[in-house]
């Protein structure tokens, strides 16, 4: 009878290590997702020098991909503009004539399933 109380419990721990390394994997390939979409997404605005209509793309993209994107254009001028792309608000880019540099805020939510927690994670990253 003591080794089959003994082997069940085995088995449990086995099974609760194994899900829970399940959910470390899962939330790093979270985390891994969203920085190649933040990558792609610097460099989308790179490329398109700043194009208003490729940050507005790019912003209702990250919203359809469950993020929130905020851009901050500095101009040179000292001016900064902010725009922000949510499921509440999308802002919209309408010019960006002498913008130099751009702030990229990428916000996402960092899950660890098994243990039901999940908190908003951002990543940062600067186009010029």
Avoid: C, W
């Avoid at 003994?6 to 829970?20: I, P």
């Avoid at 960006?96 to 702030?103: E, I, S």
């Amino acid at each position: 009878m003591k080794e089959i109380i003994e082997s069940f419990v085995g088995v449990f721990f086995l099974m609760l290590l194994s899900f829970m390394g399940i959910s470390i994997v899962a939330a790093s390939m979270d985390v891994n997702n969203a920085t190649s979409y933040e990558t792609a997404i610097v460099t989308q605005i790179e490329e398109s020098d700043f194009a208003p209509g490729v940050i507005n793309s790019l912003g209702a993209e990250a919203v359809n991909a469950g993020y929130t994107l905020k851009i901050r254009t500095f101009d040179k001028e000292g001016n900064t503009k902010d725009y922000v792309y949510s499921e509440e608000k999308q802002d919209t880019v309408t010019s960006t004539d002498n913008v130099y540099l751009a702030k990229v805020v990428l916000t996402f939510d960092f899950s660890f399933k098994f243990v039901n927690a999940v908190t908003p994670h951002s990543l940062t990253s600067f186009a010029q």
